[in-house]
């Protein structure tokens, strides 16, 4: 079957999509966006979270025609262009990311909690990145780069601000 949908703002088409396939593997595979990661299949780990039409999801657990004419939003299109999002040069600066394979799901959660809490709480921040599991750190500096990120957000500085 073929699936079309929007993805960063740009409509794509995936023809041959077999009816199990997941959205996560027509991101990665066949339209070439390998910001999302494949780690649990299962929906337990969050390094595939992605926006579908405005709403985090583990791309993982979606069917790719069930995004057939809807936004997909993915950790690529986060960035406006060469400009990363507060979030993501807050992450760089805080060496929040190691391995880097958590990192993107991280990344689209704490995009979507500072859209939607101007200054959250410590205890608000690790409700958000509570389905995100990371192996590498102790995720002090992952909370130091939201911490910053929604400062920055709320004072309206990017990191050269």
């Known amino acids: 079957m073929r699936v079309t949908f929007t993805v960063n703002g740009r409509e794509e088409s995936a023809d041959g999509v077999w009816e199990g396939e997941s959205l996560l593997y027509v991101l990665r595979e066949r339209l070439g966006l390998p910001g999302s990661k494949n780690a649990c299949e ?7 979270t992605v926006y579908l039409d405005g709403v985090p999801v583990c791309s993982c657990l979606v ?3 069930q995004a057939e004419g809807r936004r997909v939003r ?4 986060l960035a406006e262009g060469d400009r990363l999002d507060p979030v993501q040069e807050a992450f760089v600066e805080c060496g929040a990311v190691q391995c880097g ?3 993107p799901g ?11 809490v101007e200054r959250p ?10 389905g995100n599991l990371c192996r590498c ?16 957000k709320a004072s309206g500085k990017g990191a050269a601000g």
């Open 74 to 77: 993915t950790v690529e299109g």
């Open 106 to 116: 991280l990344l689209v959660q704490a995009h979507d909690l500072l859209e939607r």
């Open 101 to 103: 394979f958590c990192t």
């Open 42 to 48: 299962q929906g337990e780990c969050g390094s595939c």
């Open 121 to 130: 709480s410590d205890a608000e921040i690790r409700e958000a990145l509570a």
């Open 63 to 65: 069917a790719a025609g």
């Open 137 to 152: 750190t102790g995720y002090e500096k992952i909370l130091d780069a939201v911490r910053l990120a929604a400062e920055r």
